[in-house]
């Protein structure tokens, strides 16, 4: 069984300005465990960035407790906590790069601030830049190179520590699509290869839907759902997770149409990997007789099992609409009523 890195016990976090106080963070409760890739995934507002950087105390929480391997973070005085600090690294949108220093001197700055000697430094801080494959340009500087690059010299500065667990805050949000995949596969093979525990903050459901063992999803503050993210996929529970899985108002795209008869009955079915490559609705018609109209339909790819889900209207009939349920149910498909 995996150890817990994080343990979050509700957590909430108020910020006060000129006699006014907003609620980030509301009775937050979660566990992240050792070597996952971990999401927090909210739209724009939600709290999840503010989330992310309670982890490593650059923000306090007025409530609750963060444990880390078993410590709480709140306790830790300041030498303690920036000790701690040196086994969490952290990644940004706006990669952070020190402009006048070459990329070799930019992923060498950790190790300088934990005082490692020169030589043994340059020495891990070139084999930190072979690992995300920019030791060619060690002697460049940020301004010359490409976005995907800077975010690369990022990610080599912050495995330049060792550190225990990376936390990147919308980390490719600045990054075209295709650079985007390259980060994120990198990222995924830091994982597999250093058994480094990354947790992404995002707001674009792609990235979770690449990389990420587990996510929790953050609507105003809260923790609306947390799971794995083939479960979440499947069978969205909260509005929040309806919205970002399929997106606009969940109503709306899980029953963009009217029923055409008052008894018909409008179902979503979602569908994993083992199924999704099955004519299932071909199959209901020859191995029952019964039909049903497709009203819309989806798949995507999640960590390379293919998910989908279909909205179909059942048959007018009642006796034929549960037929068509048992049959469904029967290979294994989750059914949720949507005109119910």
């Known amino acids: 069984?995996?150890?817990?890195?994080?343990?979050?016990?509700?957590?909430?976090?108020?910020?006060?300005?000129?006699?006014?106080?907003?609620?980030?963070?509301?009775?937050?409760?979660?566990?992240?465990?050792?070597?996952?890739?971990?999401?927090?995934?909210?739209?724009?507002?939600?709290?999840?960035?503010?989330?992310?950087?309670?982890?490593?105390?650059?923000?306090?929480?007025?409530?609750?407790?963060?444990?880390?391997?078993?410590?709480?973070?709140?306790?830790?005085?300041?030498?303690?906590?920036?000790?701690?600090?040196?086994?969490?690294?952290?990644?940004?949108?706006?990669?952070?790069?020190?402009?006048?220093?070459?990329?070799?001197?930019?992923?060498?700055?950790?190790?300088?601030?934990?005082?490692?000697?020169?030589?043994?430094?340059?020495?891990?801080?070139?084999?930190?830049?072979?690992?995300?494959?920019?030791?060619?340009?060690?002697?460049?500087?940020?301004?010359?190179?490409?976005?995907?690059?800077?975010?690369?010299?990022?990610?080599?500065?912050?495995?330049?520590?060792?550190?225990?667990?990376?936390?990147?805050?919308?980390?490719?949000?600045?990054?075209?699509p295709k650079i985007t995949e390259e980060i994120l596969d990198l990222l995924q093979k830091i994982n597999r290869e250093r058994k480094l525990t990354i947790i992404i903050i995002t707001h674009e459901m792609a990235v979770v839907e690449k990389i990420c063992d587990r996510v929790a999803i953050i609507d105003n503050g809260q923790l609306a759902e947390v799971g794995e993210v083939k479960e979440i996929f499947a069978a969205p529970k909260s509005e929040a997770a309806k919205h970002l899985v399929f997106p606009n108002s969940a109503k709306d795209i899980i029953n963009p149409y009217d029923a055409s008869h008052p008894d018909s009955r409008i179902v979503r079915i979602a569908f994993d990997g083992l199924s999704a490559n099955e004519p299932f609705i071909s199959n209901l018609v020859e191995d029952t007789g019964r039909k049903v109209n497709i009203l819309s339909a989806n798949t995507r790819s999640v960590g390379g099992i293919g998910f989908g889900q279909m909205v179909v209207e059942l048959p007018n009939e009642k006796e034929d609409q549960q037929i068509v349920l048992d049959y469904f149910r029967g290979k294994g498909l989750s059914v949720v009523e949507v005109n119910e």
């Open 1 to 176: 069984m995996s150890q817990k890195i994080y343990e979050l016990k509700n957590i909430t976090k108020i910020y006060r300005n000129e006699g006014k106080e907003f609620t980030a963070l509301k009775n937050v409760s979660l566990d992240i465990n050792e070597g996952e890739i971990f999401g927090i995934i909210g739209m724009s507002g939600a709290g999840k960035s503010t989330l992310v950087r309670t982890l490593n105390r650059l923000e306090e929480i007025d409530e609750g407790e963060i444990l880390y391997y078993g410590e709480n973070l709140g306790s830790l005085r300041s030498k303690e906590l920036r000790k701690k600090r040196h086994s969490i690294s952290m990644i940004f949108q706006s990669f952070n790069l020190l402009t006048q220093k070459s990329v070799l001197e930019n992923v060498m700055i950790p190790l300088k601030i934990a005082k490692v000697p020169r030589n043994e430094r340059k020495k891990t801080a070139l084999e930190m830049l072979k690992i995300v494959g920019l030791e060619d340009k060690q002697a460049v500087f940020p301004s010359q190179l490409s976005g995907g690059q800077r975010q690369r010299v990022a990610i080599a500065r912050a495995l330049a520590a060792n550190p225990k667990v990376l936390l990147c805050d919308e980390a490719t949000s600045a990054l075209d």
